[in-house]
């Protein structure tokens, strides 16, 4: 492995990491403005196993 691939992979980890917090994130505010599993899964193009997932930790 290189040093340029090691970059970008830990790159794709951090943007990876990133992205599921701002997700995170974004479920547990609209389940605290009273947002449906359903419309928060809908808004958000996730599943609602994914939110209810996010919402039990």
């Known amino acids: 492995m290189t040093v340029a691939q090691f970059s970008r992979d830990d790159m794709l980890l951090y ?26 899964a809908t808004e958000l193009r996730i599943s609602e196993e994914e939110v209810k997932k996010i919402l039990e930790k």
């Open 15 to 40: 943007q990876g990491r990133e992205e599921g917090i701002r997700l995170t994130q974004s479920v547990i505010r609209l389940d605290e403005e009273g947002y449906a599993i359903s419309d928060i």
